[in-house]
C-alpha cells in the first residue's frame, strides 16, 4: 500500500508544479488547448506516460479543455509521492503555460 502525503508535503511539492492545486484530496489542473484535435493528443501524450508509471489519473475531456485528478486508490484515494511524479512528468511534455 501506498503512504500518503501529508498537507506540508502536498503544499511543498506544489511548489514545482505551477498551475496544479490541491482540492478534494487531489491534485489537479485544468489545460485548455486551441481545439478538440490538440487536447486529444495530450490526453494521448498523458496515457502513454500514465502506462509507463502504470499510475492513471481521472481524465475529463470537454473539447478543447482536459481536466486532470490525481489521487492513488491503494492509498485510500489519498495522494502520495507517485502523484507527484505523474503530475512532475505531465509538467515535462505539456507545452502551454501555467
Known amino acids: 500500500m501506498s503512504t500518503p502525503l501529508s498537507d506540508a508535503q502536498i503544499q511543498d511539492a506544489l511548489k514545482s ?8 484530496g487531489k ?3 485544468r489545460f485548455q ?3 478538440f484535435k490538440e487536447a486529444v493528443s495530450f490526453i494521448v501524450r498523458l496515457a502513454f506516460e500514465a502506462e509507463r508509471l502504470n ?3 481521472e481524465l475529463r475531456n470537454i473539447y478543447n479543455r482536459v481536466e486532470i485528478a490525481l489521487s ?14 505523474l503530475a512532475k512528468a505531465i509538467e515535462s511534455f505539456n507545452w502551454l503555460p501555467a
Open 17 to 24: 508544479l505551477p498551475g496544479w492545486r490541491y482540492e478534494e
Open 27 to 29: 491534485l489537479k489542473r
Open 33 to 35: 488547448f486551441g481545439g
Open 55 to 57: 499510475h492513471h489519473p
Open 72 to 85: 492513488t486508490h491503494d492509498a485510500g484515494g489519498r495522494v502520495t509521492a507517485r502523484d507527484v511524479e
